[in-house]
Nanobody, 125 residues
Framework: LQLQASGGGLVQPGGSLRLSCAAS????????IGWFRQAPGKEREGISS?????????RYSSSVKGRFTISRDNAKNTAFLQMISLRSEDTAIYYC??????????????????WGQGTLVTVSS
C-alpha cells in the first residue's frame, strides 16, 4: 500500500496550487482520505478529509475552510487538494493519508494508519 503526494512548490501569496495523492498497490475505494500538513517547529495538522460515501462528505479545518477543496477520483486512484488564496502561514510539508472505512472523516493524524511521503509547499514573495 503506497501513497505519493505531489504538486508542491513555490508560490506567491494569493496564488494557487493543486496537490495530488496517487495510490498504488490498493484501490482507494472504501478508504477515507485525509490531508495533513506540518510546518517547521509545529505539530502535524489535519486540514481536510473526504469520505467514500455518496458524493463524498468532506471536512475542513478552520484554517483552510473556504480556501482549500478536497476531492477524489476513485477511477484514477487519486485524491486532490486544490488550494487557493495561499498565505505565508500555509507553508508546510503536505501529506496525504488513508484509513479503511467509507463514512467517518476524522482530522486526527492518529486515525490514519497509512501515510505517503510529503510534498513541500512554500508560500513566499
Amino acid at each position: 500500500l503506497q501513497l505519493q503526494a505531489s504538486g508542491g512548490g513555490l508560490v506567491q501569496p494569493g496564488g494557487s496550487l493543486r496537490l495530488s495523492c496517487a495510490a498504488s498497490g490498493f484501490r482507494l475505494a472504501g478508504y477515507t482520505i485525509g490531508w495533513f500538513r506540518q510546518a517547521p517547529g509545529k505539530e502535524r495538522e489535519g486540514i481536510s478529509s473526504i469520505s467514500d460515501y455518496h458524493s463524498g462528505d468532506t471536512r475542513y479545518s478552520s484554517s483552510v475552510k473556504g480556501r482549500f477543496t478536497i476531492s477524489r477520483d476513485n477511477a484514477k486512484n487519486t485524491a486532490f487538494l486544490q488550494m487557493i488564496s495561499l498565505r505565508s502561514e500555509d507553508t508546510a510539508i503536505y501529506y496525504c493519508a488513508v484509513r479503511f472505512g467509507r463514512t467517518v472523516i476524522p482530522l486526527s493524524a492518529a486515525a490514519y494508519p497509512y501515510w505517503g511521503q510529503g510534498t513541500l509547499v512554500t508560500v513566499s514573495s
